[in-house]
């Protein structure tokens, strides 16, 4: 009778430490579960939106001050636009004959 | 803008200018005979009552044959054709038929006037380079003959230059389109191609704003999506543009009066001219695409002070009697019964007419003037192309008092002849010449290329002509695929 509770009392022992491995071992696992989707987040990190700051890199340059323009500057930037009509003097461009070695067909 | 000055300016403008038709009809002041007839530049054709004979040509040297073949192949460089192809040299009658097709094309144009828009109203003088060419050829003066066939004005000198620098930039490969996310490099590198004139250090947002002006964009500095656009416009489309506009040239008279008002349409400027140099300008507002301001020369013989505005009868239909009567007299129109027993719609004249307190009147076939606008904010905006076709004016009452500074009456009045309220007609103590147009494409002083989009689609349209009148006459043009693209 002795030997018979002896025996069930080790037993109940085993069983006990395996249960409560076993529930040592239930965190390790679901980590273990978890981290899988961590790891592919970390992979699609080069997608975010920061990107590292690299020498000649794509930045709108900064709102500039409109340009200063003088009174004359304008008239004569519109005087362009409207048709520059300063006389050009064809007589000293053209003085040669024929014969003469031309600038022309260059 | 010094008014002092101006009136300075009319005093000793307005003399010049009731002179002007008549200069207009002059020849060339310089010594070496006109190369061919200077005519009226809007003068109609007279009535051809006895032909004379053509000039007989006297026989023509080999070397004035070689130097007139080898003049035959710059049809390229003075925008006649998109590229030249390498022809056989020709001789007698076919070098002569093609020597005098050249020099009417360089004379007045490549297009035939028959070919012209009814709205392109600047026509070119009519010309017979025949005799000129006789002349030439017996006094052995070919070059100087040749070079005085272009008009003489350094507006088209400098896009000939242009032309030669974008055939150039087209050989080397053109240039990269860009995009938002270009790298300043890039950019600056682009920027490089036309315009040579960027300072050692220059900030990327300065070029770009000066890139901006050459393009009429507003100079914000920043490579905004139209910046974009207008960099990113092939360079054989610069060069249709460049050919179309010395084109244009040819269509200009020879003798421009010295003292003139002149308004580019696509820039929407208007300029004040004292001989060939600007003493004042502003800016404009001009028709819009779907009401497009025609190209003409004419003369400002009077300015309406107050003025009502009869509206045209096809902008009283599409525009005004859709929005009811009840409307139209609320605001302020009036409807008045025509003799033929229609109907017409009139603003009076007041604060808010349409054509605000000045009119500016010449004679034209298209019903339109310049005039003044209560509508001031338009004129601060980079997109001017808004009217039904006349030119509003952003300062109408300075210009007023230019053009009748010459009569002591008159001179310093304008604004209290507005304030009277009345409506009346002042006439002008002498006539100004005034020239409406349409320029795309001009270099600015310092040679660099200025671009205007092409807001009619008139570039296109002559370049695709140009095209067309070389193939068919010109036996040293060569087809251009990139121009036949432009359809």
Known sequence: MRKLALAALTGALVLSACGKKEEEEQPRVANELVEPPVENVIIEEPDAPLPPPVENVVTPPPPAPPPTIDEQQQIDDDAAATGMTTRIDREGEASQSADEPSGTGQ | MNISRSIRFLSSLLPMIAFAPALAQQASPAVTPPAFPVAPAQAP?????????????????????????????????????????????????????????????????????????????????????RPAFARAVQEDRLPQWAGQLTPPYAGYDTLRKGLAIYEGIRDSGGWKTLGADSKPDAVRARLAIEDKSGAAGESLAVAIQRAQRRYGLNPTGQLDARTLKELNVPVEERIGAIMANMERWRWMPRNLPENRVQVNI?????????????????????????????????????????????????????????????????????????????????????????????????????????????SRAKFSSYDRLASH????????????????????????????????????????????????????AFASHNGTMNFRSDPYGWDKLLAQKIENSSRRVDPTAAPSPAIALKD
């Open chain 2, 45 to 129: 054709a007279s009535p051809a009552i006895v032909t004379p004979p053509p000039a007989p040509i006297p026989p023509l040297s080999t070397a004035q044959e070689r130097w007139l073949n080898e003049w035959l192949r710059t049809g390229a460089t003075q925008g006649l054709m998109a590229r030249a192809k390498a022809t056989k040299d020709l001789s007698g009658e076919a070098l002569i038929a093609a020597t005098l097709d050249r020099a009417k094309a360089l004379g007045t144009g490549r297009v035939d006037t028959a070919d012209f828009l009814q709205v392109w109203a600047l026509r070119p003088a009519r010309i017979d380079p």
């Open chain 2, 266 to 374: 696509a820039a929407a400027v208007l300029t004040v001219f004292e001989g060939d140099r600007a003493v004042t300008s502003m800016r404009a507002v001009t028709g819009s695409p779907d009401n497009a301001t025609p190209m003409l020369s004419s003369n400002i013989h009077s300015i309406v002070v107050n003025p009502p505005w009869n509206v045209p009868a096809s902008i009283a239909r599409r525009e005004l009697f859709p929005k009811g009567r009840a409307t139209l007299a609320r605001q302020g129109y009036k409807i008045v019964k025509t003799e033929g027993g229609g109907e017409r719609i009139v603003q009076p004249a007041g604060p808010n007419s349409a054509l605000g307190r000045l009119k500016f009147d010449f004679n034209n076939n298209f019903a339109v003037y310049l005039h003044d606008t209560p």
């Open chain 2, 389 to 440: 076709g006349c030119v509003r004016l952003e300062k109408p009452v300075p210009l007023a008092e230019l053009m009748v500074a010459g009569d002591p009456a008159l001179a310093g009045n304008i604004q209290s002849l507005i304030d009277e309220g009345k409506t009346q007609r002042v006439s002008l103590p002498r006539e100004v010449a005034v020239y409406l147009l349409y320029w795309t």
